[in-house]
Protein backbone atom coordinates (compact mmCIF):
# COMPACT_ATOMS: atom_id res chain seq x y z
CA UNK A 1 0.00 0.00 0.00
CA UNK A 2 1.42 3.32 -0.86
CA UNK A 3 2.20 6.26 1.48
CA UNK A 4 0.36 9.00 2.13
CA UNK A 5 2.72 11.27 1.04
CA UNK A 6 2.79 9.53 -2.59
CA UNK A 7 -0.87 9.44 -3.15
CA UNK A 8 -1.16 12.24 -5.69
CA UNK A 9 -5.29 13.69 -4.69
CA UNK A 10 -5.26 12.76 -0.62
CA UNK A 11 -3.14 15.59 0.67
CA UNK A 12 -4.63 18.23 -1.75
CA UNK A 13 -8.17 16.85 -0.95
CA UNK A 14 -7.53 16.83 2.56
CA UNK A 15 -6.49 20.65 3.10
CA UNK A 16 -9.33 21.38 0.88
CA UNK A 17 -11.93 19.81 3.48
CA UNK A 18 -9.73 21.51 5.82
CA UNK A 19 -9.93 24.96 3.85
CA UNK A 20 -14.12 24.24 3.87
CA UNK A 21 -14.04 24.02 7.26
CA UNK A 22 -12.44 26.98 8.30
CA UNK A 23 -14.41 28.83 5.71
CA UNK A 24 -17.63 27.42 7.37
CA UNK A 25 -16.76 29.11 10.38
CA UNK A 26 -15.56 32.24 9.43
CA UNK A 27 -18.09 33.09 6.89
CA UNK A 28 -15.16 33.77 4.30
CA UNK A 29 -15.83 33.77 0.13
CA UNK A 30 -12.82 31.76 -1.36
CA UNK A 31 -10.70 33.84 -3.64
CA UNK A 32 -12.27 34.30 -7.73
CA UNK A 33 -8.71 33.10 -9.66
CA UNK A 34 -5.70 30.56 -8.10
CA UNK A 35 -2.23 32.10 -7.46
CA UNK A 36 1.15 30.82 -8.19
CA UNK A 37 3.07 27.82 -6.50
CA UNK A 38 5.40 30.39 -5.95
CA UNK A 39 3.64 31.74 -3.33
CA UNK A 40 2.51 28.52 -1.95
CA UNK A 41 2.46 27.80 2.15
CA UNK A 42 2.85 24.22 2.12
CA UNK A 43 0.51 22.29 4.19
CA UNK A 44 0.38 18.76 4.42
CA UNK A 45 -0.65 16.00 7.04
CA UNK A 46 2.21 14.98 6.77
CA UNK A 47 4.54 17.71 6.51
CA UNK A 48 4.98 17.89 2.97
CA UNK A 49 3.22 17.47 -0.72
CA UNK A 50 4.53 15.18 -3.58
CA UNK A 51 5.47 17.16 -7.11
CA UNK A 52 2.47 15.74 -8.75
CA UNK A 53 -0.32 16.66 -5.99
CA UNK A 54 0.94 20.09 -6.20
CA UNK A 55 0.88 20.85 -9.50
CA UNK A 56 -2.74 19.21 -9.99
CA UNK A 57 -3.43 20.95 -7.01
CA UNK A 58 -2.23 24.26 -8.89
CA UNK A 59 -3.75 24.01 -12.37
CA UNK A 60 -7.05 22.03 -12.49
CA UNK A 61 -7.75 21.34 -9.10
CA UNK A 62 -11.35 19.43 -9.05
CA UNK A 63 -14.10 21.86 -8.13
CA UNK A 64 -15.44 21.11 -4.23
CA UNK A 65 -18.80 21.97 -3.14
CA UNK A 66 -18.90 23.33 0.26
CA UNK A 67 -21.76 20.86 2.85
CA UNK A 68 -23.35 23.96 4.10
CA UNK A 69 -23.69 25.26 0.77
CA UNK A 70 -24.44 22.90 -2.38
CA UNK A 71 -24.85 25.29 -5.08
CA UNK A 72 -21.56 26.85 -4.24
CA UNK A 73 -18.68 25.34 -6.11
CA UNK A 74 -15.03 26.79 -5.82
CA UNK A 75 -11.65 26.31 -6.85
CA UNK A 76 -8.46 26.95 -4.97
CA UNK A 77 -5.15 27.00 -5.69
CA UNK A 78 -2.32 25.93 -3.74
CA UNK A 79 -1.33 29.01 -2.56
CA UNK A 80 -4.56 29.28 -0.71
CA UNK A 81 -4.50 26.01 1.71
CA UNK A 82 -4.02 26.85 5.19
CA UNK A 83 -0.51 27.12 6.62
CA UNK A 84 0.37 24.75 9.13
CA UNK A 85 0.14 26.61 11.82
CA UNK A 86 -3.41 28.22 11.40
CA UNK A 87 -6.21 26.75 9.36
CA UNK A 88 -6.85 30.09 7.52
CA UNK A 89 -5.41 30.80 4.43
CA UNK A 90 -3.30 33.86 4.31
CA UNK A 91 -4.75 34.84 0.96
CA UNK A 92 -8.18 34.34 1.32
CA UNK A 93 -9.90 37.57 2.79
CA UNK A 94 -13.80 38.67 2.92
CA UNK A 95 -15.33 39.98 -0.41
CA UNK A 96 -15.66 43.41 1.19
CA UNK A 97 -13.41 44.03 4.86
CA UNK A 98 -15.85 46.38 6.61
CA UNK A 99 -12.97 47.45 9.17
CA UNK A 100 -10.61 48.80 6.51
CA UNK A 101 -13.57 51.01 5.59
CA UNK A 102 -13.56 51.74 9.19
CA UNK A 103 -9.90 52.98 8.80
CA UNK A 104 -10.66 54.95 6.18
CA UNK A 105 -13.82 56.92 8.12
CA UNK A 106 -11.13 57.26 11.09
CA UNK A 107 -8.22 58.59 8.55
CA UNK A 108 -10.97 61.25 7.36
CA UNK A 109 -12.19 62.19 10.28
CA UNK A 110 -8.87 63.01 11.36
CA UNK A 111 -7.98 65.13 8.10
CA UNK A 112 -11.34 67.12 8.65
CA UNK A 113 -10.44 67.87 11.82
CA UNK A 114 -7.37 68.95 11.85
CA UNK A 115 -8.68 71.45 8.79
CA UNK A 116 -11.87 72.59 10.11
CA UNK A 117 -10.54 72.81 13.51
CA UNK A 118 -6.85 73.00 14.39
CA UNK A 119 -6.28 75.19 11.65
CA UNK A 120 -8.79 77.66 12.07
CA UNK A 121 -10.08 80.04 14.90
CA UNK A 122 -11.27 77.95 18.13
CA UNK A 123 -12.18 78.38 21.33
CA UNK A 124 -9.20 79.12 23.37
CA UNK A 125 -7.77 76.05 24.74
CA UNK A 126 -9.00 75.78 28.46
CA UNK A 127 -10.64 72.20 29.83
CA UNK A 128 -12.25 70.75 27.38
CA UNK A 129 -11.49 72.55 24.48
CA UNK A 130 -8.04 72.23 25.36
CA UNK A 131 -8.47 68.60 24.74
CA UNK A 132 -9.99 68.87 22.04
CA UNK A 133 -7.09 71.10 20.73
CA UNK A 134 -4.63 68.83 21.61
CA UNK A 135 -6.22 65.65 19.56
CA UNK A 136 -7.37 67.40 16.39
CA UNK A 137 -3.44 68.22 16.43
CA UNK A 138 -2.48 65.15 15.22
CA UNK A 139 -5.47 65.20 12.78
CA UNK A 140 -2.64 65.81 9.86
CA UNK A 141 -1.68 61.70 10.29
CA UNK A 142 -4.73 60.67 8.71
CA UNK A 143 -2.70 61.25 5.49
CA UNK A 144 -0.50 59.36 6.53
CA UNK A 145 -3.10 56.63 7.61
CA UNK A 146 -4.30 56.42 3.96
CA UNK A 147 -0.67 55.72 2.27
CA UNK A 148 -0.30 53.20 4.64
CA UNK A 149 -3.65 51.36 4.10
CA UNK A 150 -2.67 51.90 -0.13
CA UNK A 151 0.16 50.43 0.16
CA UNK A 152 -1.46 47.33 2.02
CA UNK A 153 -4.17 46.88 -0.96
CA UNK A 154 -2.26 47.57 -3.88
CA UNK A 155 0.26 45.36 -2.41
CA UNK A 156 -2.12 43.22 -1.96
CA UNK A 157 -3.94 43.55 -5.38
CA UNK A 158 -0.54 43.40 -7.17
CA UNK A 159 0.98 39.94 -5.54
CA UNK A 160 -2.14 38.26 -6.80
CA UNK A 161 -1.03 38.05 -10.53
CA UNK A 162 0.56 35.17 -11.72
CA UNK A 163 2.45 37.26 -14.52
CA UNK A 164 2.03 40.93 -13.26
CA UNK A 165 3.38 42.37 -16.70
CA UNK A 166 0.41 40.82 -18.34
CA UNK A 167 -2.45 42.06 -16.28
CA UNK A 168 -0.43 45.70 -15.12
CA UNK A 169 -3.43 46.82 -17.54
CA UNK A 170 -6.39 46.15 -15.51
CA UNK A 171 -4.67 47.54 -12.84
CA UNK A 172 -4.24 50.97 -13.73
CA UNK A 173 -7.82 50.41 -15.45
CA UNK A 174 -8.75 50.24 -12.08
CA UNK A 175 -6.87 52.77 -10.02
CA UNK A 176 -8.02 55.48 -12.91
CA UNK A 177 -11.65 54.46 -12.34
CA UNK A 178 -11.30 55.21 -8.74
CA UNK A 179 -9.07 58.18 -8.40
CA UNK A 180 -10.26 60.22 -11.69
CA UNK A 181 -13.90 60.94 -12.19
CA UNK A 182 -13.88 62.71 -8.49
CA UNK A 183 -10.52 64.26 -9.01
CA UNK A 184 -11.58 66.01 -12.53
CA UNK A 185 -14.62 67.21 -11.22
CA UNK A 186 -12.65 68.70 -8.50
CA UNK A 187 -10.50 70.68 -10.79
CA UNK A 188 -13.73 71.38 -12.87
CA UNK A 189 -15.55 72.69 -10.01
CA UNK A 190 -12.52 75.11 -9.27
CA UNK A 191 -12.13 76.31 -12.32
CA UNK A 192 -15.99 77.26 -12.58
CA UNK A 193 -15.91 79.01 -9.08
CA UNK A 194 -12.54 80.89 -9.80
CA UNK A 195 -14.27 82.46 -13.29
CA UNK A 196 -17.63 83.36 -11.63
CA UNK A 197 -16.57 84.26 -8.06
CA UNK A 198 -15.70 87.79 -8.61
CA UNK A 199 -18.76 88.20 -10.63
CA UNK A 200 -20.89 87.66 -7.17
CA UNK A 201 -18.70 89.63 -5.00
CA UNK A 202 -16.38 86.72 -3.73
CA UNK A 203 -12.73 86.61 -3.73
CA UNK A 204 -11.03 84.71 -1.49
CA UNK A 205 -7.43 84.16 -2.53
CA UNK A 206 -7.07 81.27 1.15
CA UNK A 207 -9.76 79.03 -0.96
CA UNK A 208 -9.32 79.98 -4.88
CA UNK A 209 -5.72 81.40 -5.04
CA UNK A 210 -4.10 78.95 -7.98
CA UNK A 211 -0.65 80.54 -6.87
CA UNK A 212 1.85 79.53 -9.60
CA UNK A 213 1.30 76.22 -10.12
CA UNK A 214 -0.09 75.40 -14.14
CA UNK A 215 -3.17 74.05 -14.13
CA UNK A 216 -1.18 71.04 -16.73
CA UNK A 217 0.81 69.92 -13.12
CA UNK A 218 -2.76 69.36 -11.95
CA UNK A 219 -3.23 67.03 -14.68
CA UNK A 220 0.35 65.32 -14.43
CA UNK A 221 -0.18 64.92 -10.54
CA UNK A 222 3.16 66.80 -9.96
CA UNK A 223 1.74 69.83 -8.48
CA UNK A 224 3.16 68.61 -4.93
CA UNK A 225 6.82 69.22 -6.24
CA UNK A 226 5.65 72.37 -8.03
CA UNK A 227 4.18 73.51 -4.70
CA UNK A 228 7.60 73.53 -3.03
CA UNK A 229 8.92 75.44 -5.44
CA UNK A 230 6.43 77.64 -6.32
CA UNK A 231 4.33 78.13 -3.09
CA UNK A 232 1.28 76.82 -1.90
CA UNK A 233 -2.20 77.56 -3.73
CA UNK A 234 -5.25 77.74 -1.85
CA UNK A 235 -6.88 75.42 0.64
CA UNK A 236 -9.30 73.89 -2.44
CA UNK A 237 -6.07 72.47 -4.56
CA UNK A 238 -3.77 72.11 -1.57
CA UNK A 239 -5.33 69.05 -0.31
CA UNK A 240 -4.70 67.52 -4.07
CA UNK A 241 -0.83 67.04 -2.81
CA UNK A 242 -1.58 63.76 -1.70
CA UNK A 243 -2.94 62.40 -4.90
CA UNK A 244 -0.14 63.36 -6.18
CA UNK A 245 2.20 61.73 -4.33
CA UNK A 246 -0.19 58.59 -4.42
CA UNK A 247 -0.56 58.08 -8.10
CA UNK A 248 3.22 58.47 -8.36
CA UNK A 249 3.45 55.89 -6.37
CA UNK A 250 1.60 53.06 -8.27
CA UNK A 251 3.15 54.54 -11.18
CA UNK A 252 6.48 53.16 -9.55
CA UNK A 253 5.44 50.34 -7.29
CA UNK A 254 3.66 48.02 -9.93
CA UNK A 255 7.26 47.78 -11.69
CA UNK A 256 9.04 47.16 -8.84
CA UNK A 257 6.90 44.31 -7.81
CA UNK A 258 7.08 42.41 -11.80
CA UNK A 259 10.67 43.27 -12.11
CA UNK A 260 12.14 41.94 -8.31
CA UNK A 261 11.92 38.36 -7.73
CA UNK A 262 9.62 37.17 -5.22
CA UNK A 263 12.17 35.85 -2.58
CA UNK A 264 13.60 39.30 -2.65
CA UNK A 265 10.88 41.56 -2.91
CA UNK A 266 10.26 41.48 1.34
CA UNK A 267 13.60 42.83 1.54
CA UNK A 268 13.42 45.55 -1.38
CA UNK A 269 10.13 46.56 0.83
CA UNK A 270 12.68 46.90 4.26
CA UNK A 271 14.94 49.21 2.08
CA UNK A 272 12.08 51.31 1.42
CA UNK A 273 10.99 51.36 5.05
CA UNK A 274 14.38 52.28 5.91
CA UNK A 275 15.81 54.65 3.88
CA UNK A 276 13.38 57.64 4.19
CA UNK A 277 14.07 57.96 7.18
CA UNK A 278 17.44 58.66 6.46
CA UNK A 279 16.58 61.32 3.75
CA UNK A 280 14.27 63.13 6.37
CA UNK A 281 17.12 63.38 9.02
CA UNK A 282 19.46 64.73 6.21
CA UNK A 283 16.51 67.43 4.27
CA UNK A 284 16.11 68.79 8.03
CA UNK A 285 19.14 69.34 8.58
CA UNK A 286 20.33 70.95 5.33
CA UNK A 287 17.67 72.77 4.03
CA UNK A 288 15.84 75.56 6.20
CA UNK A 289 12.46 74.47 4.14
CA UNK A 290 13.09 70.84 5.11
CA UNK A 291 9.30 70.00 6.59
CA UNK A 292 7.26 70.89 3.61
CA UNK A 293 9.88 68.70 1.89
CA UNK A 294 9.28 65.80 4.05
CA UNK A 295 6.05 66.45 3.73
CA UNK A 296 5.36 66.99 0.15
CA UNK A 297 7.98 64.69 -1.88
CA UNK A 298 7.03 61.11 -2.70
CA UNK A 299 11.34 59.75 -1.11
CA UNK A 300 10.30 60.96 2.19
CA UNK A 301 7.09 59.72 2.72
CA UNK A 302 6.85 56.46 0.17
CA UNK A 303 8.02 54.21 3.76
CA UNK A 304 4.36 54.33 4.47
CA UNK A 305 3.08 52.73 1.63
CA UNK A 306 6.08 50.39 1.92
CA UNK A 307 5.47 49.61 5.38
CA UNK A 308 1.51 48.74 4.64
CA UNK A 309 3.12 46.17 1.51
CA UNK A 310 5.09 44.59 3.44
CA UNK A 311 2.46 43.60 5.66
CA UNK A 312 0.12 42.56 2.82
CA UNK A 313 3.49 40.76 1.19
CA UNK A 314 4.38 38.56 4.79
CA UNK A 315 0.33 37.69 5.35
CA UNK A 316 -0.08 36.51 1.97
CA UNK A 317 3.54 34.35 2.33
CA UNK A 318 2.29 32.17 5.84
CA UNK A 319 2.70 34.97 8.35
CA UNK A 320 0.04 34.37 11.34
CA UNK A 321 0.47 37.66 13.41
CA UNK A 322 0.04 37.45 17.16
CA UNK A 323 -3.15 39.83 18.03
CA UNK A 324 -1.87 40.81 21.51
CA UNK A 325 2.10 41.57 19.99
CA UNK A 326 0.44 43.77 16.70
CA UNK A 327 -1.78 45.58 19.62
CA UNK A 328 1.36 46.50 22.02
CA UNK A 329 3.16 47.59 18.72
CA UNK A 330 0.22 49.66 18.00
CA UNK A 331 0.31 51.28 21.10
CA UNK A 332 4.14 51.99 21.17
CA UNK A 333 4.26 53.71 18.11
CA UNK A 334 0.97 56.07 18.91
CA UNK A 335 3.21 56.42 22.37
CA UNK A 336 6.33 57.53 20.56
CA UNK A 337 4.37 60.05 17.92
CA UNK A 338 1.77 61.65 20.65
CA UNK A 339 4.66 62.01 22.96
CA UNK A 340 7.47 63.22 20.56
CA UNK A 341 5.58 67.20 20.89
CA UNK A 342 6.27 67.32 24.60
CA UNK A 343 10.02 65.26 24.50
CA UNK A 344 10.79 67.78 21.50
CA UNK A 345 12.10 70.85 23.42
CA UNK A 346 13.91 68.68 25.74
CA UNK A 347 16.38 67.00 23.40
CA UNK A 348 19.52 68.70 21.25
CA UNK A 349 19.28 70.32 18.27
CA UNK A 350 20.26 66.98 16.41
CA UNK A 351 18.24 64.42 18.55
CA UNK A 352 15.48 67.05 17.67
CA UNK A 353 15.91 65.82 14.10
CA UNK A 354 16.32 62.42 14.82
CA UNK A 355 12.76 62.41 16.56
CA UNK A 356 11.12 64.60 13.20
CA UNK A 357 12.48 61.86 10.88
CA UNK A 358 11.20 59.17 12.91
CA UNK A 359 7.59 60.64 13.81
CA UNK A 360 6.28 59.55 10.91
CA UNK A 361 7.53 55.91 10.77
CA UNK A 362 6.04 55.69 14.43
CA UNK A 363 2.90 56.44 13.16
CA UNK A 364 3.33 54.61 9.95
CA UNK A 365 4.13 51.25 12.48
CA UNK A 366 1.08 51.92 14.44
CA UNK A 367 -1.27 51.85 11.36
CA UNK A 368 0.11 49.11 10.26
CA UNK A 369 -0.54 46.87 13.11
CA UNK A 370 -4.23 48.33 13.62
CA UNK A 371 -4.75 47.48 9.54
CA UNK A 372 -3.19 43.77 10.21
CA UNK A 373 -5.72 43.08 13.27
CA UNK A 374 -8.56 44.66 11.27
CA UNK A 375 -7.75 41.91 7.98
CA UNK A 376 -7.38 38.49 10.26
CA UNK A 377 -10.29 36.80 11.82
CA UNK A 378 -10.95 38.36 15.00
CA UNK A 379 -13.91 39.37 16.91
CA UNK A 380 -12.80 41.84 19.54
CA UNK A 381 -13.31 45.50 20.28
CA UNK A 382 -11.05 46.49 18.07
CA UNK A 383 -13.17 44.95 14.94
CA UNK A 384 -16.30 46.13 16.57
CA UNK A 385 -15.24 49.99 16.70
CA UNK A 386 -14.04 50.16 13.15
CA UNK A 387 -16.80 47.86 11.86
CA UNK A 388 -19.19 50.89 13.75
CA UNK A 389 -21.85 51.86 10.77
CA UNK A 390 -21.10 55.45 10.83
CA UNK A 391 -17.36 55.25 10.58
CA UNK A 392 -18.10 52.20 8.12
CA UNK A 393 -20.38 54.55 5.77
CA UNK A 394 -17.29 57.45 6.37
CA UNK A 395 -14.77 55.23 4.93
CA UNK A 396 -17.18 54.57 1.24
CA UNK A 397 -17.58 58.34 0.77
CA UNK A 398 -14.00 59.32 2.16
CA UNK A 399 -12.74 60.11 -1.65
CA UNK A 400 -15.37 62.45 -1.84
CA UNK A 401 -15.11 64.38 1.58
CA UNK A 402 -11.72 64.69 1.19
CA UNK A 403 -11.70 66.53 -1.86
CA UNK A 404 -14.64 68.82 -1.28
CA UNK A 405 -14.54 69.63 2.19
CA UNK A 406 -12.14 72.80 1.83
CA UNK A 407 -14.70 73.98 -0.58
CA UNK A 408 -17.92 73.68 0.77
CA UNK A 409 -16.71 74.71 4.02
CA UNK A 410 -15.42 77.95 2.91
CA UNK A 411 -18.10 78.68 1.16
CA UNK A 412 -20.87 78.02 3.46
CA UNK A 413 -18.94 80.05 5.85
CA UNK A 414 -19.02 83.18 3.40
CA UNK A 415 -22.77 82.58 2.20
CA UNK A 416 -23.83 82.74 6.11
CA UNK A 417 -21.55 84.63 7.99
CA UNK A 418 -19.41 86.37 4.86
CA UNK A 419 -16.18 84.76 6.54
CA UNK A 420 -13.36 81.88 6.51
CA UNK A 421 -14.17 79.03 8.39
CA UNK A 422 -13.75 79.24 12.80
CA UNK A 423 -15.31 77.92 15.15
CA UNK A 424 -14.56 80.48 17.99
CA UNK A 425 -18.30 82.32 17.75
CA UNK A 426 -22.01 80.62 18.33
CA UNK A 427 -22.69 81.88 14.37
CA UNK A 428 -19.27 80.29 13.16
CA UNK A 429 -20.36 77.20 14.56
CA UNK A 430 -23.55 77.38 13.32
CA UNK A 431 -22.27 77.50 9.87
CA UNK A 432 -19.56 74.58 10.41
CA UNK A 433 -22.32 72.49 11.41
CA UNK A 434 -24.56 73.39 8.38
CA UNK A 435 -21.59 72.81 6.36
CA UNK A 436 -20.87 69.37 7.69
CA UNK A 437 -24.32 68.09 6.63
CA UNK A 438 -24.24 69.81 3.66
CA UNK A 439 -20.83 67.76 3.15
CA UNK A 440 -21.94 64.57 3.79
CA UNK A 441 -24.57 64.77 1.29
CA UNK A 442 -22.72 66.08 -1.44
CA UNK A 443 -20.02 63.01 -1.01
CA UNK A 444 -23.05 60.46 -0.59
CA UNK A 445 -24.68 61.92 -3.89
CA UNK A 446 -20.76 61.71 -5.83
CA UNK A 447 -19.91 58.69 -4.36
CA UNK A 448 -23.66 56.89 -5.18
CA UNK A 449 -23.96 58.52 -9.14
CA UNK A 450 -20.36 58.73 -9.90
CA UNK A 451 -18.08 57.06 -7.88
CA UNK A 452 -19.97 53.27 -7.48
CA UNK A 453 -21.45 53.27 -11.22
CA UNK A 454 -17.89 53.80 -12.85
CA UNK A 455 -16.34 51.00 -10.77
CA UNK A 456 -19.33 48.57 -11.43
CA UNK A 457 -19.54 49.36 -14.98
CA UNK A 458 -15.55 48.63 -15.36
CA UNK A 459 -16.26 45.42 -13.19
CA UNK A 460 -18.91 44.41 -15.54
CA UNK A 461 -16.62 44.78 -18.60
CA UNK A 462 -14.59 42.31 -16.67
CA UNK A 463 -11.34 45.30 -16.58
CA UNK A 464 -10.66 44.97 -13.11
CA UNK A 465 -10.72 41.70 -11.14
Known amino acids: MQPLSARPYYEPLAARCQLLQAMRICHLRPPSSPLSTSDASPFSTTGRLCQRGRLRCRNEAPPMTSPDCPLKTYKFGHSDLPTAHSPFPASIQPAHNAALDGIRGGAILMVIAWHQYACTPHPPPTHVFGLVERITSYGWSGVQLFFVLSGFLIANKLLKYNSLIKNIHKFYIHRAARILPLYALCLLAFWVVQTSAADH ?265
Open 201 to 465: GYANPSLLKQGHTPLWHYLAFIQNYSMLERGVPGAWLTVTWSMAVEVQFYLIFPFIVACCPAHRLGKILILLVTVPVFFRFIILATNPNGGAWNTLSLPTRIDAFALGALAAYKLRHGWVPNHAKCKIIAIAGLAVFLAAPDVLPLLSHYSRLCLLALCDSAAAVAFVSIIVLAVRPNHGWVIRLLTFPPLVWLGLVSYALYLFHEPIFYLVHWWIIGSTPALNTASSATASLFALILLCIVAEGLHRFIEQPIITAAKTNNTID
